[in-house]
């Protein structure tokens, strides 16, 4: 059964970095990957936010209008590990971020509901 773990969420001040990590088990699965985010308070039926996607192979990565200048998404294809590098961090960057896998081809903008299967979400707060 394929899973998707992700971690590394933290309360940082503003200004300040986090790595985000999305390991999917098991290993010998290979897929494309998303990372979406939802704010505070956001409706439970208002899709999440995407953040960034990258292919298979890492060749091509997508990321969102916002994260264009902060947010690095990359993937160690040994560890089977997908990140989110995220810089300077902002107050609005303040949510829960999902990984999500899909077999479906990237481009941008990349969709919601192209991805097939979510993890449980690691929190990101940034606060001063």
């Known amino acids: 059964q394929v899973q998707l773990v992700e971690s590394g969420g933290d309360l940082v001040q503003p200004g300040e970095s986090l790595r985000l990590s999305c390991t999917v088990y098991?290993?010998?699965?290979?897929?494309?990957i998303g990372w979406f985010r939802r704010a505070p308070g956001t409706p439970r039926e208002r899709e999440a936010e995407?953040?960034?996607?990258?292919?298979?192979?890492?060749?091509?990565?997508f990321y969102a209008d916002f994260a264009k200048e902060r947010f690095i998404i990359s993937r160690d294809k040994q560890k089977n590990t997908v990140y989110l590098q995220m810089n300077d961090l902002r107050h609005n960057d303040t949510g829960i971020y999902y990984c999500?896998?899909?077999?479906?081809?990237?481009?941008?903008?990349?969709?919601?509901?192209?991805?097939?299967?979510w993890g449980q979400g690691t929190q990101v707060v940034v606060s001063s």
């Open positions: 999500a896998r899909t077999s479906h081809s990237l481009s941008s903008p990349f969709r919601v509901g192209w991805f097939e299967q």
């Open positions: 098991p290993f010998t699965v290979d897929y494309n």
């Open positions: 995407g953040v960034a996607c990258i292919t298979r192979s890492g060749a091509n990565r």
